[in-house]
């Protein structure tokens, strides 16, 4: 199954190993994205998802799926509310 992420072509949402690296590029554009108001609720919205993927492709060649982006927000929120307790 074929998705389409810019002019990207996405064929699967397989997993992804996540580095440091990948987290902070993630966390930077997280970051500005929320100082121009793209958080819905406690989401974001589908631009957010895409323009990471689009940044992880241009800046480290890794093809990452917005499904991906989301699982890995997912598991940094449940490790940081792990560790503040």
Same mark, same amino acid.
């Given at each position: 199954?074929?998705?389409?992420? $810019? !002019?990207?072509?996405?064929? !699967?949402?397989?997993?992804?190993?996540?580095?440091? %690296?990948?987290?902070?590029?993630?966390?930077?554009?997280? @970051? +500005?994205?929320?100082?121009? $108001?793209?958080?819905?609720?406690? !989401?974001?919205?589908?631009?957010?998802?895409? %323009?990471?993927?689009? +940044?992880?492709?241009?800046?480290?060649?890794?093809?990452?799926?917005?499904?991906?982006?989301?699982? %890995?927000?997912?598991? @940094?929120?449940?490790?940081?509310?792990?560790?503040?307790?």
């Amino acid at each position: 199954m074929e998705e389409s992420i $810019g !002019s990207v072509k996405v064929v !699967s949402k397989g997993q992804v190993r996540w580095n440091d %690296r990948m987290d902070k590029i993630m966390l930077e554009i997280i @970051l +500005e994205e929320y100082g121009f $108001g793209n958080a819905s609720g406690n !989401s974001w919205k589908p631009e957010v998802y895409t %323009r990471v993927c689009l +940044e992880l492709l241009k800046q480290l060649k890794q093809q990452v799926h917005p499904a991906n982006v989301k699982a %890995r927000i997912k598991t @940094l929120k449940a490790n940081y509310f792990s560790a503040r307790r």
